[in-house]
């Protein structure tokens, strides 16, 4: 047998030094510098305009399905493919979300689904979103797969918490769909102790991504994007009382 993880620290105690000093001197603990410069490096490393910080990769694809349905991507009920081989916390939030979850074969080579399992299943069921997971640091072939969502105006995102640094000729695992995500739980390659990411390139995802993640508030937003929101919001309230008045 060969342990998935050896040992969580890298520089044992060098790292619970530190720690325990962060701990020991920080106002708080959580959402606040130390969070707003990893997220700026995440993206740098990860090659993605915005990193959004969660606390585990399974709230991260919850928080990532929750968005795209508040964004109307997604309503009730529709066809969400996934990876046969995967994570329980890939399909729960599917199903938690009131999502039809279509499972998707997977090639025994690479232990991912290919261009050819996908083909042959979308040809009986039609999907809105695929959230391919990169398993265990492999994939399929990514570029030839987007190609496929692109075409049948499939919405491609990936779970890649077991492929945080893996890289195809074409790219980096979870720059090729609208989002993705990463775990940083102990057993990862690198840990925050308990810990998720999500990476995207777009602007208004990246926004109701920090919306889901403050439980519906705007307090992560920069102040610019909270008073337009709420200048909005005003507006669709007031439409809505004068329609209300005028019925
Ligand atoms: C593919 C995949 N997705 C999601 C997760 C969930 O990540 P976390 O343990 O940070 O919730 C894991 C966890 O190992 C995983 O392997």
Known sequence: MIPLMKNAFYNEKETKDALSKFILETPRLSMDQKCFEFEDKFARFQERKYAILFNSGGSANLALLQSLKNLRYLKNGDNVGFSALTWSTNVMPIIQLGLKPIPLDCELRTLNISSNTFEKRINSVELKVLFITNTLGFAGDLDKIREICGERKIILIEDNCESLGSELPTGKTG????ASTFSFYIAHHMSTIEGGMICTDDHELSQMLRIVRANGWD?????????LLRKNTILIVSLMQNTLFMT
């Open 175 to 178: 720059n090729f769909g609208l």
């Open 219 to 227: 307090r992560n937003l920069q102040p610019d994007q909270q008073s």
